[in-house]
């Protein structure tokens, strides 16, 4: 199994910037991707980004593609997600997942961070 924790959530203005973190423990040579998802009250689930393990490659939605950058610190086994130009609707509950590399879905979950964006 692999355990995340993450940090880094918290109440910025419009226009500011936080970095989230999601350090990952337990069977770490397992993981094929490490992924960044958010929830907003009464909506679904969206995916932000992700990492390839393997080679440090990001990717990210189109939604925060130019606002948001994910990176990875393998000597840390941690993942990070930098949030600048921050808008009211990126308010949302942040998630880190990671999908083993034998399979194609997201196995485990951190616990998730809130990240509130006031106008």
């Known amino acids: 199994q692999v355990q995340l924790v993450e940090s880094g959530g918290g109440l910025v203005q419009a226009g500011g910037s936080l970095r989230l973190s999601c350090a990952a423990s337990g069977r770490t040579e397992s993981i094929g991707s490490m992924g960044w998802f958010r929830q907003a009250p009464g909506k679904e689930r969206e995916f932000v980004g992700r990492?390839?393990?393997?080679?440090?490659?990001?990717s990210h939605a189109d939604s925060v593609k130019g606002r948001f950058t994910g990176s990875r610190d393998r000597s840390k086994n941690t993942v990070y997600l930098q949030m600048n130009n921050l808008k009211p609707d990126d308010t949302a509950v942040y998630y880190c997942?990671?999908?083993?590399?034998?399979?194609?879905?997201?196995?485990?979950w951190g616990q998730g961070t809130q990240v509130t964006i006031s106008s």
């Open positions: 997942a990671v999908r083993d590399r034998r399979f194609s879905d997201y196995t485990y």
């Open positions: 990492i390839t393990w393997s080679t440090g490659t990001p």
